[in-house]
């Protein structure tokens, strides 16, 4: 199964990928992964 | 984020932590959103990498490279290296052509924050829901957050003119979550703090700001993607910025562009809390973009 990434990194992008992501892993599963880059760090933890 | 970091170091951080994690456990398509220095520096790892890069939110366009600083060049740049893009509108799709993309490799999605937003109300709960003792049921609620890096200097106005409302309308509430940027905090703190009926947060959790949000009269904000929110919730929104990108709200006239000038900005602010509430209701969940279904597909297409 081919690995894909979702990279995010900001609270903003980690709402509005969260649909994404959630449609992603419902379809394909474990090969999702999702990547935080850290820009915002204390930020992100509620978008997902 | 960390304290005072420029632009330059946090471009090469990504950079780097992302080409680490790529050699590590490289995957076979990559997505990123939007145009922050997180999706520039996916993109150009993935271009580094070789790795195929999908964009959503793609086309936005001031056409103008410093404004919105640094996010335009940042859009500019991932356009080339994008295999493929997901315009929200038409409009953007519209951008990414006279900009030379191929439209076969554009989706018109729809935006993936109204998905958000509606999942999100469907989790607002009694107990979720941000409280301030401040603020009754009668009281008049103005939201206000102010982050733009373009702006910092210009945040002095805006931030006179709002501290001008609130003492002329003492009844109304003004909660600010503030951006973790030092220097946003530094000019809230000097400019606001002190003033009885502006409160001062700390950036609040998704469904506590959705939950104000809903609550609001009237909302103060240089952010797209706040202004996404509440034209998508029927909110009137006064947009601190000398121009914008995205088109939410203005066609319905909820949405105005106020500027950076103090004067303005209290004038406005006055106005807006004189007049009726303004709302109009959000879309029926039927009538919702399937912008996340679409990319699926998108992406079940390519890698199978």
């Known amino acids: ?48 | 984020m960390k304290a005072g970091q420029s632009l330059s170091h946090l471009t090469a951080r990504l950079l780097v932590n992302l080409e680490d994690h790529f050699m590590m456990d490289r995957p076979d398509l990559v997505l990123a959103h939007g145009d922050t220095t997180t999706c520039f520096t996916t993109a150009i790892s993935s271009f580094y990498h070789q790795i195929p890069f999908f964009h959503v939110e793609a086309g936005l366009r001031s056409n103008r490279l410093n404004s919105p600083f640094p996010e335009e060049f940042n859009r500019q740049t991932i356009a080339p290296i994008a295999r493929h893009h997901f315009a929200p509108t038409e409009l953007e799709k519209e951008n990414l052509i006279k900009d030379g993309v191929s439209s076969s490799l554009i989706t018109v999605t729809g935006s993936t924050i109204h998905e958000a937003v509606q999942t999100m109300i469907s989790k607002v709960t009694p107990a979720s829901k941000a409280c301030f003792s401040e603020l009754n049921e009668s009281r008049p609620l103005v939201l206000v957050t102010l982050h733009r890096r373009e702006t910092t200097q210009l945040l002095q106005n805006t931030l006179h003119g709002l501290k001008s409302a609130a003492l002329s309308r003492p009844e109304a509430l003004f909660i600010c979550p503030v951006h973790p940027n030092p220097l946003v905090q530094e000019a809230f703190q000097t400019y606001l703090k002190g003033t009885e009926n502006i409160i001062l947060t700390e950036p609040l959790a998704y469904p506590q700001f959705i939950s104000l949000l809903m609550r609001s009269q009237l909302v103060v904000t240089d952010s797209g993607g706040v202004q996404e929110e509440a034209a998508f919730l029927g909110k009137k929104v006064l947009l601190a910025r000398s121009e914008t990108e995205r088109t939410d709200g203005f066609e319905s006239g909820l949405t105005q562009l106020i500027g950076l000038n103090s004067e303005s900005i209290y004038k406005t602010v006055l106005d807006e809390l004189s007049g009726a509430v303004c709302t109009i209701n959000f879309p029926k969940i039927n009538s919702l973009s399937r912008a996340s279904e679409i990319i699926s597909n998108e992406v079940q297409r390519v890698v199978g």
């Open chain 1, 1 to 48: 199964m081919k690995k894909i990434a979702i990279v995010i990194g900001t609270r903003p992008e980690a709402i509005k990928m969260a649909p994404v992501y959630l449609a992603l892993r419902k379809r394909f599963g474990n090969s999702v992964q999702l990547i935080s880059t850290g820009q915002h760090r204390e930020l992100l933890w509620q978008g997902t």
